[in-house]
């Protein structure tokens, strides 16, 4: 039994011998999230049907279609000066449709888009988990370990497919001081989005679910955030992976009322450096671009630059934004093959855009009906441009491509029932197209339907 999982085993031992007192029940709180989901990914255009992508299992098309559920259970705390609850969150995804050369599935991969893979490549017709997690509480500081979801800088959870990602490990939160929240915890393994199993933590370029990839079991962070007025917030946060990079974030964010309207800046940067194996053993290097290197792999070396600007208006919202992704290497974020989040501006429904050199401008747009009468429904088109990129051959330390761009349109469409017997029921339109001239890459168009349903049942 690991350290992680003897501490959850004791928290819940006391607090089942309180679980009666007031508030546990009281406060208690239960939902069921229900999530219909459909994904198609096209890359009918590029070069996936060669002879050699087929042998690889690329695959020239992905689609997946499949029902979620997400019950979750939130406890209210035992009284006394120490408070203890439990939280618990319970997964199930149903295979609707997806086939066995559809599911995106690889030899190199944990699973298909949407569901886990059996032994021959097809996806499984379902797959399930669960999370428990023991917190206590004593003022305005809170314990909690077990299953976690955090959305920092420096970890971030995913939830773009039909059952969100989870993390194991534990973490405190305390907001003792006025205006000034500080996280500091500890990771040791990630349940990818398509899988029902905990998997060590890994990067890009390391994270091979096979015999080749290398993994850490110990991604430590820590920061706050402090408001210094009611419009102006500054954050500082530090990551750790073992064994692959050190991370420090520097962030501000400012909401200006300008007119009939409001100004948010949000700025970010981002200073990212290797540590241990990773800054001496291949095995162990990020992706990214290093001039004398095989296969455009080294050791973490990244500072990333940000800002983005969105006014706010009459149910307009116009927004621009610039990123720029200096050093050697691609940006690192925990990334363990299977789907994940980055704290990016450009974190977009395809690409990330943070390789290594990467200049990137962005121009977004979104309207929220209800300023018309149709509250519930919004829409929104984001396009991200990103030049300046260098690659090294897959086989060689030749420069295989010099100042290569990429860029990504995303739409979203969105409405949810405001009142009725299917109040909350939401619906989702997804489309984005990605295009781009990076040696080894394949564009990409790809849509998304998502009809979603929450049920309280506390």
Not at 4 to 28: C, K, N, P, R, Y
Not at 365 to 379: E, I, N, Q, R
């Amino acid at each position: 039994m690991n350290k992680s999982t003897l501490a959850l085993a004791v928290a819940v031992g006391v607090m089942a011998q309180q679980a009666g007192a007031a508030g546990f029940i009281e406060d208690s709180k239960a939902t069921l999230g229900l999530r219909n989901f459909y994904i198609n990914t096209d890359n009918r255009d590029s070069a996936a049907g060669t002879p050699a992508n087929k042998a690889a299992g690329v695959q020239s098309k992905n689609e997946e279609w499949g029902q979620g559920f997400d019950l979750r259970f939130i406890s209210g705390y035992t009284q006394g000066t120490v408070g203890f609850g439990i939280d618990a969150i319970g997964l199930l995804g149903v295979r609707l449709d997806s086939g066995g050369g559809t599911n995106g599935a690889t030899a190199t991969s944990y699973g298909g888009t949407v569901f886990p893979s059996k032994s021959n490549g097809e996806a499984v017709d379902n797959f399930s988990s669960l999370g428990l997690t023991a917190k206590a509480k004593i003022s305005q500081t809170e314990l909690k370990l077990g299953t976690l979801q955090p959305k920092l800088p420096v970890i971030v959870t995913n939830d773009g497919r039909l059952l969100p990602q989870t993390f194991q490990g534990g973490q405190i939160t305390s907001n003792e001081i006025k205006d000034l929240t500080v996280v500091g915890g500890q990771i040791e393994h990630a349940k990818g989005r398509n899988s029902s199993n905990n998997e060590e933590l890994s990067i890009a370029g390391a994270n091979s679910p096979t015999s080749t990839g290398r993994h850490s079991n110990k991604f430590i962070y820590g920061g706050g955030d402090y408001k210094i007025t009611k419009d102006l917030t500054a954050q500082y946060y530090y990551g750790n992976l073992e064994d692959f990079y050190k991370q420090h974030f520097l962030g501000l964010v400012h909401n200006w009322a300008i007119g009939p309207g409001v100004l948010k800046s949000d700025l970010r940067y981002f200073n990212s450096s290797d540590d241990g194996a990773n800054g001496h053993d291949s095995a162990y290097f990020s992706s990214g671009n290093y001039q004398g290197f095989r296969a455009g792999k080294g050791k973490v070396d990244n500072n990333l630059y940000s800002g983005l600007f969105l006014y706010s208006v009459a149910g307009h919202t116009f927004g621009g934004g610039y990123q720029v992704s200096n050093g050697s290497s691609d940006f690192p974020w925990l990334n363990q093959g299977d789907g994940s989040s980055a704290y990016i501006i450009t974190d977009s429904q395809i690409a990330k855009f943070a390789r290594a050199g990467e200049r990137t401008w962005q121009a977004r747009y979104s309207y929220d009906f209800a300023k018309v009468g149709l509250p519930g429904a919004t829409a929104g088109i984001v396009y991200l441009r990103g030049d300046n990129i260098d690659t090294i051959s897959s086989t060689s330390t030749a420069v295989a491509g010099s100042g290569r761009s990429e860029w990504e349109r995303d739409l979203t469409l969105a409405y949810v029932v405001q009142q009725g017997p299917l109040k909350n029921l939401g619906l989702m339109w997804k489309n984005a197209m990605w295009r781009n001239d990076v040696p080894g890459q394949r564009d990409q168009d790809e849509n998304r339907l998502i009809v979603s349903y929450s049920i309280p049942l506390l």
